[in-house]
Nanobody, 126 residues
Framework: QVQLTESGGGSVRPGDSLRLSCAASGRTIRTLTMAWFRQAPGKEREFVAAMKKSGGSTVAANSVGRFAVSRDNDKNMVYLRMNSLEPEDTAVYHC????????????????????WGQGTQVTVSS
């Protein structure tokens, strides 16, 4: 069983930056495919970024150049760095983990991940 706990959310202004953290327990993240999803009120859950077990990463097309995912194997933590935040980035951000070895095109699918955190709220407003 894997437990995921997100932190680092908050209320910021457009153009600000935030770094979200995801603490994993129960299994080392080197054996997991990790991802970030977000869900805004009244909208579908949306893929943000993912990191394969190998360390390769991918970011959703609408966030390339602004968001980056990274991990610290020693701390068993995954991070989402978000720069140049926009009001449209307002959402609850969830960390997710999967035990399989998905192909790249499956990284953006919620069904790839068995474990989910409760989420952390990010609000971008002037």
């Amino acid at each position: 069983q894997v437990q995921l706990t997100e932190s680092g959310g908050g209320s910021v202004r457009p153009g600000d930056s935030l770094r979200l953290s995801c603490a994993a327990s129960g299994r080392t993240i080197r054996t997991l495919t990790m991802a970030w999803f977000r869900q805004a009120p009244g909208k579908e859950r949306e893929f943000v970024a993912a990191m394969k077990k190998s360390g390769g990463s991918t970011v959703a097309a609408n966030s390339v150049g602004r968001f980056a995912v990274s991990r610290d194997n020693d701390k068993n933590m995954v991070y989402l760095r978000m720069n140049s935040l926009e009001p449209e980035d307002t959402a609850v951000y969830h960390c997710a983990a999967g035990t399989g070895n998905p192909i790249t095109s499956s990284l953006s699918l919620a069904s790839t991940y068995e474990y989910w955190g409760q989420g952390t709220q990010v609000t971008v407003s002037s």
